[in-house]
């Protein structure tokens, strides 16, 4: 299938082709005929990416203090590192469609493959999308124009605002901003019964808006003319659809709202309130978020739970329902407000025409159009001829998972070695397919990750999905004969690490875990210059983690397992590389806070069979200020200490400081090391301390949970 992406550090959009999504459960796969280009976000997105480093920085402050931050702590090159290539990375475009539904995940139980359905948020510029249940509304065989339903995240944005104010019918509604959205709003309150005044710095009246009046927005006597039309009473309700710079919006709404009246905001303009008019008539303002409930809740939009019908009438998705079910009765009519229909295959097109628009088109609502096309189910893409062919001596390899983590670390690291070559990339399908895929650096990308370990070509397995596949994913790649390099963790469970190992024990294939730390330059030199077995070291590790929203994946104990075993386990492993002696004992203790439920604040207590004793500190508590990693080693009358994996210091007779520009935390090494293992010039000691590490981590886990259900 193409999916459409906004090459951000260009400013244009390109089609990339990528394998069609597969099912999973609680989510539908739709081929999709009709996508809407909105002219405010996309262009504004289009926009930004046009513009050049300074402008760009200029626009996003906020981003600006996050990289300087960076800087702080870790290093000036790292920091740029990072900021280009995101800056270099692909977004999807597009969240309002409809489509055919192609196959349903497990528990969809109330649509069918063949049914045509509306489509919000996870509903790109693509030809087929994966979108949760909880976003798409089936739409009615009766009704006669289905293309309509294509603006239904414009109707359920409008819809939330309507909701937000708390319209009555009959009211006397103010809509600031009669482009598409507002166009939108104004026919949905027509159709609640209530009167609406449009108002826009233009005249935009149409036809099939019925307003009581229209009144520009920079009439001098706008306030005075809209007290004509209400009485002298003023608006009951204004709604802001504007998108400007401008604080104008803001005024015009205080000023025209009648005493105890409501403002929302569902636009984007300046928030500046004048507390006079506010104050004189006590106005109450809201602002509108997007849909509805449900947006931005991860257990809403990806794990769809939903919101019980008698606590929250409206959600994200029964928003949309509404909207499909005023179109169906005819209560609503947007059929002009679609004045273009561009094919899928001339995007380009599309985006020309909201952004410079060199032909002076005029335009409303621009769909794109998605054709019948041979292929765009495939679960198969075989390569552009950037692709590398095999080359003798090099190691193939097949990458499983095209996450941000993979595309920003793994990826660079392998190109940067020069002694592997891409072959594959299996993915499930969605956005991050197509952004690692456009980079062209494999000879095909596949939505099944058993083509890859059917593959005789490929000799690496690279392991780089979510945590809770790991170890099924890993296991069947050594039962298949092949060498695995899998992220951390290796496994959630005991019984996953037990499956991994026997896996392991019974494969001809190598098996790595991405314990990177441990050949970090700065933990080599002190290894190197350690004498662990003549004296026992002290060993004292600060992780500075930062908090993570609790609805993160990651803090999921099923998905992600937990930020402990999901990264402690780094912290651990620098230990056991370190001492080498092996781990004699692990203790755990959470802190117990109530304003900190996330279990992501403990201290791991280590006791090596040297005699060596280590404490890690991990922690959400802390400034971001504050370098994310500490580590210092006591030992035979010296003191290491590593600075965030920038700079080692030695304190012995004399201090003696190493630092960096850039900050490395050992992945060119370890990359390195797996080629030595697999060329048959090193052995592999670190997988034992891998299985060692984590199951005495979640040994540990599993016995502070059972402490925990006892208490």
Same mark, same amino acid.
């Given at each position: ?101 192609? %196959? ?280 552009? %001829? ?16 095209? #996450? ?38 494999? %000879? ?62 019974? %494969? ?51 998905? #992600? ?104 935390? #050992? ?45």
């Amino acid at each position: 299938m193409k999916q459409l992406f906004l090459m951000v550090d260009k400013g244009n959009v390109e089609l990339v082709e990528v394998p069609a999504p597969v099912d999973k459960p609680g989510y539908v796969v739709v081929e999709t005929l009709w996508s809407v280009v909105s002219a405010g976000t996309e262009r504004t997105l289009t926009s930004f990416g046009g513009k050049n480093l300074v402008a760009k920085a200029l626009e996003r402050p906020d981003q600006v203090k996050k990289v300087l931050e960076k800087l702080s702590t870790d290093g000036v090159l790292t920091t740029m590192e990072l900021a280009f290539n995101k800056l270099g990375e692909p977004m999807p475009m597009g969240y309002s469609a409809v489509g055919r539904v192609l %196959s349903c995940g497990k528990g969809v139980t109330d649509v069918f493959p063949g049914d045509l359905v509306a489509m919000v948020g996870q509903a790109y510029h693509s030809e087929i999308n994966r979108v949760n249940r909880n976003l798409v509304a089936k739409l009615p065989d009766s009704l006669p124009d289905p293309r309509q339903a294509a603006l239904c995240a414009l109707g359920g944005i409008a819809l939330q605002g309507i909701h937000q104010a708390d319209v009555r019918p009959g009211e006397t509604v103010a809509v600031i901003g009669m482009g598409l959205i507002g166009q939108i709003c104004a026919r949905i309150l027509d159709a609640y019964g209530c009167d609406v005044i449009g108002f826009d710095v233009v005249d935009k009246s149409l036809e099939g808006t019925r307003l009581k009046a229209f009144v520009n927005s920079l009439d001098e006597n706008a306030a005075e003319l809209t007290l004509a039309q209400t009485a002298g009473r003023g608006v009951d309700k204004v709604i802001i659809t504007a998108a400007t710079d401008s604080n104008a919006p803001m005024d015009l709404a205080a000023a025209i709202a009648r005493d105890r009246g409501v403002i929302c905001m569902i636009g984007v303009t300046k928030m500046d309130i004048d507390r006079r008019p506010y104050y004189q008539k006590e106005l109450t303002f809201t602002i509108a978020r997007s849909y509805g409930p449900g947006r931005y809740d991860a257990s809403y939009e990806e794990k769809g739970v939903d919101y019980p019908i008698g606590h929250v009438r409206f959600t994200e998705g029964r928003n949309i329902e509404e909207f499909v079910r005023l179109l169906d009765t005819g209560r609503l009519d947007l059929s002009d407000l679609i004045t273009h229909e561009v094919p899928f295959e001339d995007a380009a097109t599309a985006y020309e025409m909201i952004t410079t628009n060199k032909n002076h088109e005029q335009y409303i609502g621009i769909l794109l159009q998605y054709p019948e096309r041979a292929g765009k189910t495939d679960s198969i893409v075989r390569a552009s %001829s950037q692709a590398k062919s095999a080359v003798e001596g090099k190691v193939s390899v097949g990458l499983v998972g095209g #996450g941000g983590f993979a595309r920003s670390t793994i990826l660079p690291g392998l190109k940067a070695n020069g002694g592997y070559r891409l072959k594959a990339l299996a993915t499930t399908g969605g956005v991050s397919t197509g952004q690692t895929a456009e980079e062209g650096l494999f %000879s095909y990308i596949t939505n099944d990750y058993h083509d890859l370990l059917d593959d005789d070509d490929i000799d690496l397995i690279i392991v780089s999905t979510g945590h809770n596949s790991h170890a099924k994913i890993a296991a069947e790649a050594l039962r298949a004969g092949k060498s695995v390099y899998c992220e951390k963790p290796l496994a959630l469970t005991l019984e996953e690490l037990d499956m991994v190992e026997e896996a392991y024990r019974e %494969s001809k294939g190598h098996l790595f875990c991405g314990m990177n730390r441990r050949y970090a330059p700065s933990v080599l030199r002190i290894k190197e210059e350690l004498h662990t077995d003549q004296m026992p070291c002290m060993y004292d590790y600060i992780v500075n983690a930062g908090e993570i929203p609790a609805d993160h994946w990651t803090q999921d104990a099923n998905v #992600g397992g937990g930020r402990i075993i999901g990264e402690a386990c780094h912290m651990v492993d620098v230990v056991q590389s370190l001492d080498g002696s092996g781990i004699d004992s692990l203790g755990l203790t959470f802190a117990d806070c109530e304003d900190r439920p996330c279990k992501d604040n403990a201290i791991i207590s280590l006791k090596m069979k040297s005699g060596a004793i280590a404490n890690i500190l991990y922690t959400s508590a802390g400034s971001k200020k504050f370098p994310k990693e500490q580590l210092r080693v006591f030992g035979a009358g010296n003191v290491y200490e590593v600075d965030n994996f920038i700079g080692l210091t030695r304190f012995s007779n004399a201090k003696k400081s190493s630092p960096r520009l850039k900050q490395d935390k #050992g992945f060119a090494n370890e990359y390195d090391f797996i080629l030595k293992v697999l060329r048959g010039e090193s052995p592999n000691p670190a997988i034992e301390d891998t299985f060692t590490g984590h199951r005495a981590l979640i040994e540990a886990l599993e016995a502070s949970a059972g402490e925990a259900s006892a208490r």
